[in-house]
């Protein structure tokens, strides 16, 4: 069982949001042990613990709220802070929503690694599953199986042809996550831009931030960073949904065709089913050591 852990020093960055193209000046600072993840809205202001039950909106992006103030997109950000083990952490930011910045977590790390990480003095709790547990919603479903450490196997459909059936299963650690899934790029198609528009969303998408799909293919002159980025963008995704159980999950969640909305229900789920997991706090979870990342 590793030490909990936040940043060395303060650091800043800021961009436009995906949906409400607003631009957002965010600040991280480093947090005691046991404080978790906090967003405060500096605008407002308002403190919105990173949890579960903050989540208020999951169109198209995961929304954090209390009291009438909302955080949007909170899901590249959260991926970035579990894929480098960063548990207790201050995320003061002056807008709506968090800075898209490329569209995948890579910027998000390297933000994270220029402040440095700092072990704290107290070990990390985290959630281990004993028995499958399995969810489904619609077309969706997720499941989640007991493993000695902790591994994602999602799988898509899309009926575009760039992009068609796509899978990957991955043990994630820290080196997988900055070089494997990190650098995955959300998406979106170009028939359904006007649509997302007229409903308030995507007015800061461009290929700059999101790979984009016409009828032919990738429009963006760059491509691809994996010939199955839109399912490694899933895996972020769901990392950074998955977080918001406040715990670090080991076992083996599978998923199909899930999204912000399931991953959600799916959380709310399994917290109602406490027979299936338990909260472990002294023994060591996984042989898998941590390694020294740099990018």
């Not at 985290?126 to 989640?144: M, S, T, W």
Request: glycine fraction near 10%.
């Amino acid at each position: 069982m590793r030490a909990q852990r936040t940043i060395k020093n303060k650091v800043s960055f800021e961009g436009i949001g995906l949906h409400t193209g607003q631009k957002s000046h965010v600040t991280l600072q480093p947090a005691s042990r046991d404080a978790g993840i906090t967003f405060i809205r500096t605008d407002k202001p308002a403190v919105i613990k990173a949890h579960v039950r903050a989540v208020i909106d999951t169109a198209f992006a995961t929304t954090l709220g209390s009291n009438g103030v909302k955080i949007k997109t909170v899901e590249h950000i959260l991926a970035a802070l579990a894929g480098l083990g960063i548990d207790n952490l201050i995320i003061e930011v002056d807008g709506p929503e968090i800075p898209i910045l490329d569209g995948s977590s890579t910027e998000l790390i390297s933000v994270i690694l220029k402040a440095g990480i700092a072990k704290q003095g107290k070990k990390r709790p985290y959630l281990r599953i004993n028995k499958p547990f399995i969810f489904e919603d619609g077309h969706a479903h997720i499941a989640v199986f007991p493993y000695c450490g902790s591994k994602i196997t999602h799988s898509i459909f899309f009926h575009h042809d760039g992009i068609g059936e796509q899978r990957i299963s991955i043990d994630i650690t820290e080196e997988s996550f900055v070089t494997e899934i990190a650098p995955a790029r959300t998406f979106g198609f170009l028939k359904d831009i006007e649509y997302l528009r007229s409903r308030g969303l995507a007015k800061g998408g461009s290929l700059d931030n999101a790979v984009v799909m016409g009828e032919d293919g990738v429009i963006n002159a760059s491509g691809l960073r994996f010939k199955d980025e839109f399912v490694r963008h899933k895996v972020l995704d769901s990392i950074g949904d998955f977080s918001l159980i406040g715990f670090p999950i080991y076992g083996h969640i599978v998923a199909s065709k899930s999204g912000h909305s399931s991953n959600i229900k799916f959380l709310r789920k399994l917290m109602s089913a406490p027979e299936t997991w338990n909260i472990i706090v002294e023994e060591q979870p996984s042989p898998v050591h941590e390694m020294q990342i740099s990018i």
